[in-house]
């Protein structure tokens, strides 16, 4: 089936390290992506990762792709109050459908 | 600027009536999607068309209905049949490319009153 697991809340303090993680379902996926939403605003992308990469780095987001535990994780270093937001992970399936999660509620304290 | 264009970015609806949300893309891509985001929830599919004149329903279609006569327009209409229907309302489009990304507009609020 078609399925994208994340956890609903991350809480870390501002300058911190957030690693906000990600399972799903289809190992045929060929990208992988993870957005960003604002309230209320669309969904922004942040980055994505081709399915035959284990990591791709980009300023102060790493994601990290663990295709045998079908484990998406993003990494976000310095965390600053602009990073509140929604991150969704999600994948592309053969069609035309992006598989997306619930969504992972990011808390930064300053 | 290439993007998605939608509206408006609110709109009220009195029961009964049927309200018809915007989406507009000047990014040349086939596929275009309508998403409903419950507060505090993720996203789930209503329809999605892969070329102009064809549209399929996605996981919550019942008390929706689309059409696709342009490629560059998707318009969404709630109908009266939508029993719930105060919800933030997204529209992408997709194109093959760089990251095979899917884009999203900037929303439409729709509330009942």
């Known amino acids: 089936g078609e399925d994208v697991e994340q956890s609903l809340f991350l809480s870390v303090r501002e300058g911190d390290s957030s690693v906000i993680n990600c399972t799903y379902t289809?190992?045929?996926?060929?990208?992988l992506y993870w957005y960003k939403q604002e309230p209320g605003a669309g969904l922004q992308l942040l980055t994505y990762?081709?399915?035959?990469?284990d990591m791709k780095q980009d300023q102060r987001l790493t994601v990290l792709l663990n295709k045998k535990d079908k484990h998406l994780s993003l990494r976000i270093a310095d965390t600053q109050t602009g990073d509140s937001a929604i991150y969704f992970c999600?994948?592309?399936?053969?069609?035309?459908?992006?598989?997306f999660g619930a969504g992972t509620r990011l808390f930064v304290k300053a | 600027d290439g993007g998605i264009t939608q509206s408006p970015k609110y709109l009220f609806r009195k029961e009964g009536q049927n309200v018809t949300l915007s989406c507009e893309q000047n990014?040349?891509?086939?596929?275009m999607y309508w998403y409903r985001q419950d507060p505090g929830q993720g996203l789930r599919l209503i329809y999605y068309?892969?070329?102009?004149?064809?549209?399929q329903k996605g996981d919550i279609a019942e008390g929706y209905s689309v059409s696709r006569e342009k490629k560059e327009s998707f318009p969404l209409t709630v109908t009266s049949a939508q029993k719930n229907p105060t919800a933030f309302y997204l529209c992408?489009?997709?194109?093959?490319?760089?990251?095979?990304?899917?884009?999203f507009g900037e929303g439409s609020w729709l509330t009942v009153v």
């Open positions: 999600a994948y592309h399936t053969g069609g035309f459908k992006t598989i």
């Open positions: 289809d190992s045929s996926s060929t990208y």
């Open positions: 990762i081709f399915s035959n990469m």
């Open positions: 990014l040349n891509h086939d596929a």
């Open positions: 068309s892969q070329i102009v004149n064809d549209f």
């Open positions: 992408a489009s997709y194109g093959e490319g760089s990251g095979n990304t899917i884009y």
